[in-house]
């Protein structure tokens, strides 16, 4: 498994933007495949951007177009800019990272997360 440490949450007006940033403990970064995840209040953790094995990004329906996630190998961090905030992308958010092959949409591809971070958009 890989230590996994995020930061960058805050409280933000609606149509600000944050970057959420990851920093991973791995010897070798590249090597993992990794992924944001969010839960709200009262609902289950769900996917919100990924790098497939391939290296494409994937991003749910709900963020497309807003959010934006990167990897920086040299520096093992992985990051995510969320700009158009909405009050309903109000969320812990997690980094994850996978070695094993699997969905890239499913936290249970995942086998390490960190701590989350916490973003709360006032509308």
């Known amino acids: 498994q890989v230590q996994l440490v995020e930061s960058g949450g805050a409280l933000v007006q609606a149509g600000g933007s944050l970057r959420l940033s990851c920093a991973a403990s791995?010897?070798?970064?590249?090597?993992?495949?990794m992924g944001w995840f969010r839960q709200a209040p009262g609902k289950e953790r769900e996917f919100v951007a990924a790098?497939?094995?391939?290296?494409?990004?994937y991003y749910a329906d709900s963020v497309k177009g807003r959010f934006t996630i990167s990897r920086d190998n040299a520096k093992n961090t992985v990051a995510l800019q969320m700009n158009s905030l909405k009050s309903e992308d109000t969320a812990v958010y997690y980094c994850?990272?996978?070695?094993?092959?699997?969905?890239?949409?499913?936290?249970?591809?995942?086998?390490?997360w960190g701590q989350g971070t916490q973003v709360t958009v006032s509308s």
């Open positions: 791995a010897r070798t970064f590249s090597n993992y495949a």
């Open positions: 790098f497939s094995w391939g290296g494409s990004a």
């Open positions: 994850a990272a996978r070695r094993t092959s699997g969905r890239y949409g499913e936290s249970s591809s995942y086998d390490s």
